[in-house]
């Protein structure tokens, strides 16, 4: 999991990047605004954390650039409690939940715990994004009325994209998630599971394609017609 922490206030700032990295979070810190967009528009993140008062760029700004670029990423925004009003601002501006300071460390995690399992919509023992349903107790793929059994990685790599819908996930991530951090399994390795994963696309004439970002990674979308 890789968080983005954007928060101007030093202190609070090495507060939450400690708190995320004792549960083991990869984390990136910024300061302003302009940072946090910068950084959050690569679609590389898990989760953002984005303080509403910011030098440069103000959070909602963030979130509604963030959301207008399409990058669904999702976002926890911190507020001081005497800015109450602004917090259905930021909902409405594209933030996912909201929390006020001075926060419960617990709470935080519990948020950022809840917010990475939304991306996707979750029903039961499915997983939905564009046209595909993923049936995750049968590794099986549906589309419209047809459907394919998956193997194993080809699962383990499609699950990921679909969590991640619209959202670029870094191939080192894939890697790591589904080979493990001790594999020396290699970039080429993945490239093998997302043609795999391509030809089942096309086989179930899905409108949902796999994109990819040179270098970077690979991401799931429906193109517009
Ligand atoms: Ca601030």
Known sequence: MRILIVEDEPHLAEALGQIMSEQRYQVDMVHDGA???????????????????????????????LRAAHVSTPILMLTAR??????????????????????????????VRALTRRQGEVIGNTLSAGDLTLRLDARCLVCGDDSVRLGFKEFEVLRLLMAGFRSVVPKEDIIAKVWGLESDAEDNN??????????KLAFLHSRTVIGTVRKLGYFLEVPEP
């Open 35 to 65: 940072d946090g967009l910068d950084y959050a528009l690569t679609g590389q993140y898990d989760a953002v954390v984005l303080d509403l008062m910011l030098p440069k760029v103000d959070g909602l700004e963030v979130a509604r650039r």
């Open 82 to 111: 005497d800015e109450v009003s602004d917090k259905i601002a930021g909902l409405d501006c594209g933030a996912d939940d909201y929390m006020t300071k001075p926060f419960d460390a617990g709470e935080l995690l519990a948020r």
């Open 190 to 199: 993945v490239e093998v599971y997302i043609s795999f994963l391509r030809k």
